[in-house]
């Protein structure tokens, strides 16, 4: 056992353990810190997605009305000479005026024709009023509610006036005649766009916005007095939705430079490309380009349609770069109006921009309403000059000398520029420019791989990315992308399609209609796929078939079930959880696809998950299994065997580790609930009447004194902190939600034992009433009722659940549900009570028999006599009935529930209770939904006695969307834990740091001994009786549990942290607590009598405690005041938890998969008292109540680990510790104060030493060869490994010297020589090494 004194000076090798340990705090896995653990399971709350175009509309009818009068300038404007001439590019001197005049309105409409070819065009020439307005009403009469155009030249009239006026001509051409914007607004409606190429547009503008504000006013007048005269008048139509495009500000002249186009403006919206080339001709730059002039530019090759072509390449940059420019200015509903909503008005927004960069350099404003930010500087022009600028300079050769055309690498560059911004940039920043262009390069084949690739990349930033780039306009790309069958494409629209699916699931419908879901499913049935590709499609499919029968039925078709049970066995475990909860989705409330998968025996090939070792696996294959029996679909015996079945396997799962697995049960059985409501609403009726004939005595009542600690009440202790999840603490139920219970349970029977009546709650409930739910008022079943039920149906034991006869399936069941009712994690117990509640609720509103007799097929009790108490169950309606005189004061106090109407729809099914039950092979083969029940009123909550329907066919556990977060949230970046950077890290770096300063000081004081340990160096009075103590590793905090509570102490300040409710139930006590991750981020694991293990996070610092998960740990225990309750032991390496206690076994749970892997028989017929693992070795040594210690190997089989038994102790062992080291000894105790060594190789103890006798408590320190023992004579003794006594502790200090209580826990400090005592008198102490040393 010494080690060798040489050795342990040497520096070298205590450095060497040193930093191994440092170095294996980064290698130690950690327990219960997956996202499952950490966040609620639940779905993102959905964005609201503003994409989609709510009113996608066409410009149908154009008027073109040119007020030219070629030859004759208006008398108020003075034309330079030479002068602007051209409109629409042709010189209307150079042939007559008409004929000019119709050649003009002819181009002009060829013109629009480019963006617009299949609209209603009608030209207006020289007209006059008359002309305007018949034109302007059949264009409108005809659109309907469609768009119309009014394109307005004013070149040969007059300059509109203040008074909201534009020109035209009277019929013999020898006036100009005023034309009213107010009559022009009342001839074209809305929706309209209006553009004027003429001088001074811009009061146009003006003068258009007070029309139709006066109009607003006139609408809201008429509106609010119908006797107005506006009101008998026709209404004039709303002006909101009209777009004006205006060729200069109010104040402004059009340009007269006889280089330009008389109609600049014009030309700059439907002729960009060529005045763009012209007027970058004209720039002083363009000197640069040689050889390049205007006659030049007429003969670029190509068409503006063909992006193959120079003239096209250019046209297709210059709708990516105004696109661009747009998007990036814009605010994005104004963007999704103007460029998005109508192709045609999209076009001549973009080229309004380059107008507008254009006639600025002429010292002219365009003007547009709705008003844009000014955009003629924005820095993407520079990359327009660019490739323009390369495109001409190829021009000379080209036409000269015929060589081929270079294609621009404009599009490459804003690629890398897209790319930059995604690997160089930080998290919160402005969005890349460059998205309209990834859109446009969507397009061309050559860069396309490229920038879907990039796209995928930008979509996964996060659900605000995929809102982006759906708001530029990407959907109808990437879902016209689905018809290619380039296999390179596959894994990146799947990606970009999982994400989109992921943010926004509505587009299910657009998939389906376009055929689209044929491609994943292809993807899907893709072996060569890699796994992460394939659960992408499977996620998508699970999308289109998620609650939308188009969907099943397209992918019923294109035989998704078989596809999906083919990778039901996939080694990828995301994969095979999306599989399942695919086929969940599929039959869920669509019959063809059950049967499909009966045809198939899905159930079947489902089962296998059940055990899979990834619990949201196990949880998705419950889900599909849920909603596989939950169909409400009239059923046949063949289906009724097959839900018997799923039924039957589900009930295995009910001590499943996992509480996302179990709630997920609950649904799942819930669903079966629903189909055979009849049957269970039998069920119920009997283990209601069967639970009021029997008593069951509680160990509570059995407690010693000491127990029940009256002190709780005093006003000096503090109310206990409320926890977070803790909404339903069932301690706290209140006579009065007893009394509410409406088929009057008579809970104290008389003479029997006052368990469970709610006068006799135990004295902690005034401390957690605070927390009671406030459901517990609705709840017909209390808590304490059902828990009674479960334990009067002959629970003994789980495993008679397999294998029993079909006529009493629903009676099993109902014991599941039972057993789930009283589960420790609160989320599934209430989802349990909820079922259960509707059951029992429907139960006694639909049976109102004479009596009830035994159906003697379902339960085994004497036949309800009909004097005795409570078998009138009574309608709601009705009173309660009055009890006979020997019931309890109780149920004489009983308040009558408040009267009530009767309802007036009777419940569809009534049981036949007459005379005798039916036995359940009558049971009606049926299923029917649940119906809304008795209550109506109940609904809206305003009738306080009603009992709300606490099940609907939808009862659901938001598995599914919170599985969906995956595919939203970010999956190629590194993970916050793995990046050096990230406060995670560093704060995780910290704790190790500290770490390995607690070893080395540690280290440094019980190397040189411990000569003594008496220095008080804490003491503080406890809120309830100590019963277990647990040192932090590393921090300076202990836990100290009493019987069902938790207080933190500092014990270095000496100040309490926390206190906190452990939730268990009122018989119940907490037997052992542990630290999980106590090198890192520390969690709590406590254990209780009853089997049950609770792991707590967020204690002991400011934030509400908050329980991470629970399970039962042991299925069997009965809670006794005599046992050893359940013992557990932590191996934080391999992530085991071994628990037992009053059982035949040890058991083993993996933490990493929340599921048991072995049962150890002890092979012994008494309790297991203490556990103690060796990783390295896998042995186990148990010491248990009949004084042996056995020692198991994990390796081997259930017969054969027993690898060795000691019997040397004649009593109960209070501890048995095996030693890390390598040589290490097992070290026993027993109540004798024999203290043992063993080497686990001999059969034989190796060592004796004898203590003092009657111990109750006993802790080894592991690092420093010290154990102390506590005893009921008041007195700790602490001895050194070769027995000498080195310290002996009697009294306290201070407190004039109080002698200590019977000591009820003891416990050593893993590292520092530190002694914690609990003791009955509720005093917490800790003794340390003397301070030289420390």
Excluded at 696 to 722: C, H, K, Q
Excluded at 780 to 806: A, C, H, P, Q, W
Excluded at 924 to 943: I, L, N, S, Y
Aim: a neutral charge.
């Amino acid at each position: 056992m010494k080690m060798d004194s040489d050795l342990l000076h040497s520096p070298a090798v205590g450095l060497a353990e040193e930093e191994e340990a440092d170095m294996n705090d980064w290698k130690l896995p950690l327990a219960f810190m997956k996202k499952r653990h950490s966040e609620k399971i639940e779905g993102s709350k959905a964005l609201a997605q503003s994409w989609r175009m709510k009113d996608r509309m066409k410009t149908v009818s154009v008027a073109l009305v040119l007020c030219l009068n070629v030859g004759v300038d208006p008398p108020d404007v003075v034309k330079t000479s030479p002068c602007a001439r051209l409109e629409c590019w042709i010189d209307p001197l150079s042939m007559s005026p008409q004929k000019a005049l119709e050649t003009i309105g002819a181009n002009l409409q060829k013109q629009y024709e480019n963006w617009q070819p299949r609209a209603r065009y009608k030209q207006s020439l020289d007209p006059t009023v008359d002309e305007v307005k018949k034109l302007c009403t059949s264009l409108r009469r005809n659109a309907k509610e469609e768009r119309v155009l009014f394109h307005y030249n004013g070149h040969g009239v007059p300059r509109p006036t203040v008074n909201g006026e534009i020109w035209v001509f009277n019929k013999n051409y020898t006036q100009y005649i005023p034309l009213s914007i107010y009559d022009l607004q009342t001839w074209m409606g809305s929706p309209s766009i209006f553009v004027y190429d003429c001088s001074n547009a811009g009061i146009i503008v003006k003068s258009f916005k007070q029309f139709a504000l006066q109009r607003e006013q006139e609408l809201e007048v008429a509106a609010i007095n119908p006797s107005h005269p506006l009101a008998q008048m026709p209404l004039p139509p709303s002006m909101k939705n009209c777009i004006q495009l205006a060729a200069c500000e109010a104040s402004e002249l059009l340009p007269m430079n006889p280089d330009l186009p008389a109609d600049l403006f014009t030309s700059c919206l439907t002729t960009p490309i060529k005045i763009a080339l012209r007027w970058f001709c004209m720039q002083k730059s363009a000197k640069l380009v040689p050889g390049v002039t205007l006659d030049l530019i007429e003969k670029i090759p190509g068409r503006l349609n063909d992006r193959r072509t120079p003239l096209g390449e250019l046209n297709w940059i210059f709708t990516a770069i105004t696109d661009t420019i747009a998007w990036n200015v814009l605010p994005r509903d104004l963007f999704q109006k103007l460029f998005r909503q109508d192709l045609l008005v999209a076009s001549l927004f973009r080229n309004f921009l380059l107008a507008e960069r254009i006639m600025r350099s002429y010292n002219c404003t365009p003007v547009s309403s709705p008003r844009l930010p000014p955009t003629y500087m924005h820095a993407m022009w520079q990359a327009w000059d660019l490739a323009v600028d390369i495109c001409l300079s190829q021009l000379p050769t080209i036409i000269e000398e015929g060589t081929a055309f270079r294609h621009s690498p404009f599009f490459a560059e804003q690629l890398t520029a897209f790319q930059v911004w995604l690997t160089m940039g930080v998290e919160n920043r402005n969005p890349p420019e460059q998205l309209p262009i990834v859109l446009q390069v969507l397009l061309s084949q050559v860069h396309r791989l490229r920038a879907l690739d990039l796209l995928g990349r930008f979509l996964d930033l996060g659900p605000w990315a995929v809102s982006l780039a759906l708001s530029v306009g990407i959907f109808p790309y990437v879902l016209k992308l689905l018809q290619s069958s380039a296999r390179e494409l596959r894994p990146l629209l799947v990606f970009i399609w999982a994400k989109i699916l992921a943010v926004d699931s509505s587009c299910q419908a657009d998939l389906v209609k376009d055929n689209g879901h044929k491609y994943f499913l292809s993807v899907l049935a893709d072996s060569y796929m890699p796994a992460e590709h394939r659960t992408m499609a499977v996620f998508i499919l699970a999308v289109i078939v998620n609650s939308y029968n188009t969907g099943q039925e397209a992918c019923l078709q294109g035989n998704l079930i078989a596809n999906c049970l083919e990778q039901l066995s996939d080694p990828h475990p995301l994969l095979r959880q999306w599989v399942a909860i695919c086929l969940g989705r599929i039959w869920q409330n669509f019959d063809p696809a059950r049967w499909c998968g009966v045809r198939d025996s899905a159930h079947e090939k489902l089962y296998t998950l059940l055990s899979d070792p990834i619990p949201e696996v196990r949880c998705a294959a419950v889900f599909a299994l849920g909603t596989f029996v939950g169909n409400s679909a009239e059923r046949t015996d063949h289906s009724t065997t097959i839900d018997h079945n799923v039924a039957m396997m589900l009930a295995q799962l009910i001590n499943d580790g996992s509480p996302v697995v179990r709630k997920e049960l609950v649904v799942a059985l819930s669903h079966l609930v629903v189909q055979y409501e009849s049957n269970f609403c039998t069920v119920a009726l009997q283990f209601i009447e069967e639970e009021k004939n029997y008593t069951v005595p509680s160990p509570a009542n059995t407690a010693e004194p000491g127990n029940l600690t009256p002190v709780r009440d005093s006003p000096a202790i503090p109310r206990l902190r409320s926890v977070n999840s803790y909404t339903n603490i069932r301690a706290a139920t209140s006579a009065r939600n007893l009394n509410k219970s409406l088929q009057n349970l008579n809970l104290n029977e008389e003479g029997g034992p006052a368990a469970f009546s709610p006068g006799n709650l135990s004295t902690s409930s005034s401390a957690s009433s605070t927390l009671g739910s406030p459901d517990n008022d609705e709840y017909i079943l209390s808590f304490e009722t059902i828990d009674k039920m479960r334990r009067v149906s002959s629970y003994s034991s789980l495993n008679s659940l397999i294998g029993v006869s079909f006529n009493s399936v629903y009676t099993q069941i109902w014991r599941v549900l039972l057993h789930l009712a009283a589960d420790p994690f609160p989320e599934v117990s209430d989802l349990a009570m909820k079922v259960l509640n509707s059951i029992a609720y429907k139960a006694t509103m639909n049976a109102r028999p004479q009596r009830i007799l035994d159906s003697g097929s379902l339960t085994q009790s004497a036949p309800a006599s009909p004097t005795s108490k409570g078998t009138h169950i009574h309608q709601a309606g009705g009173s309660p009935p009055m009890p006979s005189t020997s019931s309890s004061s109780l149920t004489n106090e009983v308040p009558k529930p408040p009267a009530r109407e009767q309802p007036a729809t009777r419940p569809p099914y009534t049981p036949t209770l007459g005379g005798q039950a039916p036995h359940s092979h009558q049971f009606p083969r049926t299923r029917k939904m649940f119906d809304k029940g008795p209550e109506q009123a109940a609904e809206d909550g305003d009738d306080p006695g009603g009992h709300r329907n606490y099940i609907s066919p939808s009862l659901q556990t938001g598995l599914c969307d919170w599985s969906a977060k995956y595919f939203a949230q970010p999956v190629m970046k590194i993970p916050e834990e793995h990046d050096m950077e990230s406060q995670v890290r560093m704060e995780r770096q910290w704790r190790f740091l500290r770490n390995s300063r607690v070893r080395r000081q540690s280290r440094g004081i019980t190397q040189r001994g411990v000569s003594r340990l008496d220095d008080q160096i804490f003491i503080n009075r406890n809120p309830g009786v100590p019963s277990v103590v647990k040192f932090h590793p590393f921090n300076t905090c202990i836990a100290v549990a009493d019987k069902d509570s938790i207080c933190f102490w500092d014990w270095e300040k000496g100040e309490r942290l926390d206190y906190f409710y452990n939730g268990n139930p009122r018989y119940t006590r907490i037997t052992a607590m542990e630290y999980l991750n106590g090198h890192d981020c520390s969690l709590l694991l406590t254990a209780t009598d009853d089997g049950a293990l609770r792991i707590w996070k967020n204690f002991a610092d400011q934030k509400n405690p908050e329980m991470v998960t629970a399970w039962q740990g042991l299925s069997d225990m009965l809670p006794t005041t005599r046992g050893a309750g359940m013992v557990v032991d932590w191996e934080q390496e391999t992530g085991l938890l071994m628990t037992s206690g009053d059982v035949r076994v040890i058991r083993i749970w993996d933490t990493d998969r929340e599921m048991k892997v072995q049962d150890i028989p002890t092979g012994a017929d008494s309790c297991v008292t203490s556990l103690s693992c060796d990783s390295q070795h896998s042995l186990i040594v148990a010491g248990l109540g009949d004084g042996s210690v056995r020692v198991f190997d994990r390796r081997m089989g259930p017969n054969d680990c027993r690898v060795m038994t000691y019997r040397e102790h004649g009593a109960w062992v209070v501890k048995a510790h095996l030693q890390k080291e390598t040589d290490g000894h097992i070290i026993s105790v027993s109540v004798n104060g024999d203290v043992r060594f063993f080497e686990p190789r001999t059969p034989d103890s190796i060592n004796v030493l004898q203590t003092v006798k009657g111990l109750t408590a006993l802790d080894i320190h592991p690092q420093a060869n010290l154990f102390a023992c506590g005893s009921m004579n008041q007195f700790i003794a602490v001895y050194n490994i070769n027995g000498d006594v080195i310290s002996n502790i009697k009294y306290y200090d201070g407190f004039m010297g109080q002698r200590i209580g019977a000591i009820s826990c003891l416990a050593f400090h893993p590292y520092w020589p530190h002694l914690a005592v609990g003791s009955n008198d509720y005093y917490m102490s800790i003794y340390s090494a003397e301070k030289r040393l420390r």
